[in-house]
């Protein structure tokens, strides 16, 4: 049985229409579920009683449960236990803007970053658009409050699970679903070139973030295998064409590494290599994590990269550190767990 979270408004109404029901039954049900938040079909009392058979019969209605949560001052780590018995984490901030979610996209990762956690692991299977979905919901439910921006940074490559992704966003993103606007929502890609150009076609209004992580091919080789596949050149000419398309400004994901891409020579490559994008960069401290060997970049290396970037007129900002003594490092939770 397909869960009933995997459908938007449109694929379900087509859905009932085929199965002789009014399209109204759709609205309905998103009433149900999005809005009151009844996940029972029984409890439907506006939905008659053969039709709640036909629902029951037709459409799982499970969720992903919360199996662990850590908690720091300003944050929360959830661990999720999926049907299949995988495991999946989600990051809850609490910025002075409002609450963010960071969720995952798939089981594990294939993109091979070789300072990731995540990518140490392996892809085991890409996620459902339900399970990113409740993901948010449950969330959302646990702390009894609204989620005002959600970020698709968590473990796994989104591009690399594109459909579920995008309906994913389109779901969050209805009014009568989750409601968070199209602002509100970060799509971040290691950088796969023809996915960031169907989805510069796609015109939407959401941020996206490219993870970078090197100003240079050369360099870039050494810690991401994506960048074997594709060059910088190639990159920027997607993002070029993304900027075309949706005139929107894009991130630049840069983690800081001890000695191997955080000199001040790296900063002035970085800013020549950026100079004629519309782009912000956002400095990321790297979480260390014992089983691979990488150490974040000292706080004065931080510094001189940060105050070089500057100077050569670029828009940058150093990510606040969410969750130090918890398993903050993409992916670290899950690999603890298993
Ligand atoms: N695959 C996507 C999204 C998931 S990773 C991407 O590559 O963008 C989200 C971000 O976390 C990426 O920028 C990734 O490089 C970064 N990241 C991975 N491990 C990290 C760590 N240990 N500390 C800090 N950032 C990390």
Redesign the pocket.
């Known amino acids: 049985m397909e869960n009933i979270f995997n459908f938007t408004k449109i694929e379900l109404e087509s859905f009932l229409v085929q199965k002789g029901y009014k399209k109204f039954l759709a609205s309905q049900i998103f009433n149900w579920l999005y809005e009151k938040k009844e996940y029972d079909f029984a409890k439907f009392t506006n939905v008659k009683k053969e039709t709640v058979e036909f629902l029951k019969n037709t459409f799982d209605t499970s969720f992903i449960e919360i199996a662990k949560v850590e908690e720091d001052k300003d944050v929360k780590k959830f661990l999720f236990s999926l049907k299949d018995g995988q495991k999946i984490e989600s990051v809850l901030m609490y910025h002075n803007y409002g609450l963010s979610v960071c969720i995952s996209?798939q089981v594990g990762?294939n993109?091979g970053?070789k300072?990731?956690?995540?990518g140490r692991l392996k892809k085991v299977r890409d996620l459902e658009t339900y399970e990113m979905l409740q993901q948010v919901i449950a969330i959302g439910n646990y702390i009894n409050q609204k989620i005002d921006s959600v970020v698709?940074?968590?473990?796994?490559?989104?591009f690399d699970n594109y459909d579920n992704v995008i309906k994913f966003i389109n779901l969050i993103n209805d009014p009568k679903v989750l409601a968070i606007g199209a602002r509100h929502i970060t799509v971040?890609?290691?950088g796969l070139v023809p996915k960031i150009k169907a989805f510069a076609d796609l015109g939407l209004q959401i941020n996206l973030?490219?993870?970078l992580?090197a100003p240079t091919d050369e360099k870039r080789k050494q810690i991401m295998n994506i960048a074997n596949a594709y060059s910088l050149k190639e990159v920027f000419a997607a993002l070029k064409y993304y900027q075309e398309k949706t005139k929107r400004r894009v991130t630049i994901?840069y983690?800081m590494l001890d000695k191997i891409n955080d000199t001040q020579d790296d900063a002035l490559t970085l800013a020549k290599l950026i100079k004629n994008y519309n782009v912000y960069v956002n400095l990321?401290?790297?979480?260390?994590?014992k089983n691979?060997e990488f150490k974040a970049s000292k706080q004065t290396q931080i510094d001189l990269f940060y105050n070089t970037l500057k100077k050569s007129g670029v828009d940058v900002t150093v990510r606040h550190k969410f969750g130090d003594k918890i398993s903050a490092?993409?992916?670290?939770l899950r690999s603890k767990e298993i």
């Open positions: 996209s990762c993109m970053c300072f990731c956690e995540s698709i940074m968590g473990i796994g490559e989104p971040s890609t290691c973030a490219l993870s992580h994901e983690i990321i401290p790297y979480n260390e994590t691979i490092a993409c992916g670290q």
